[in-house]
């Protein structure tokens, strides 16, 4: 069974860097079958695709966020993480890590972990 | 990117009723949709790929149609449980991209 565990600092001061990261255990980042995900959820609003990584280091990332972000992958570490720099209040939200496969729906989701933004 | 415009965004309904959440996309993905729950302080949770296939374990009063840019999601006599926020996502492009969310309430 994938479990999928977000771990970071939950308080960022405005300006400063978001960093996450994800565990993977019951399956392996190096699986060529999947792509690895981060998803945030602002409070009381919708699901926003941040980026998507493959294990080989290929990344894809939402045009709006692009110029702030970094997603890696350690599959030593079996974890993929997030960077978000200069951040502001708009980036507080639920962060979530993922998994899809190829060409396909999110099959599995972290527990999500909420990062506020705030001095 | 593609937008995904979901509606209606709030559904008032009762126990037993039928109700269909609309998404629509703004160039064809195909069938490439999938739909999701999700209850409040939880992950979503994904009902429907490709348009119409019901994933494992869930009931089969969902039900999803569509192709292009045009999707719906139906749940046929809706139960207790039932009562969540819905996202449609298309996945047709590798920058995936959600519908707004339609927060299914009781009447």
């Known amino acids: 069974q994938l479990q999928l565990q977000e771990s970071g600092p939950r308080l960022v001061k405005p300006s400063e860097t978001l960093s996450l990261a994800c565990s993977v255990s019951?399956?392996?980042?190096?699986?060529?079958?999947?792509?690895w995900v981060w998803i945030r959820q602002p409070p009381g609003k919708g699901l926003e695709w941040i980026g998507t990584?493959?294990?080989?280091?290929?990344?894809y990332y939402d045009p709006s966020l692009k110029s702030r972000i970094t997603i890696s992958v350690d599959t030593s570490k079996n974890q993929f993480s997030l960077n978000l720099s200069s951040v502001t209040a708009a980036d507080t939200a639920v962060y979530y890590c993922a998994r899809h496969g190829g060409v396909g729906p999110i099959d599995s989701w972290g527990q999500g972990t909420l990062v506020t933004v705030s001095s | 990117d593609i937008q995904m415009t979901q509606f209606p965004s709030t559904l008032s309904a009762s126990v037993g009723d039928r109700v269909t959440i609309t998404c629509r996309a703004s160039?064809?993905?195909?069938?490439?949709l999938a739909w999701y729950q999700q209850k409040p302080g939880k992950a979503p949770k994904l009902l429907i790929s490709k348009a119409s296939t019901l994933e494992s374990g869930v009931p089969s009063r969902f039900s999803g149609s569509g192709s292009g840019t045009e999707f719906t999601l139906t749940i046929s006599g809706l139960q207790p449980d039932d009562f969540a926020t819905y996202y449609c996502q298309q996945y047709s492009s590798p920058l995936y991209t959600f519908g707004q969310g339609t927060k299914l309430e009781v009447k």
């Open positions: 019951g399956g392996s980042i190096s699986d060529r079958s999947y792509y």
């Open positions: 990584i493959y294990y080989s280091g290929s990344t």
């Open positions: 160039e064809s993905i195909n069938r490439w």
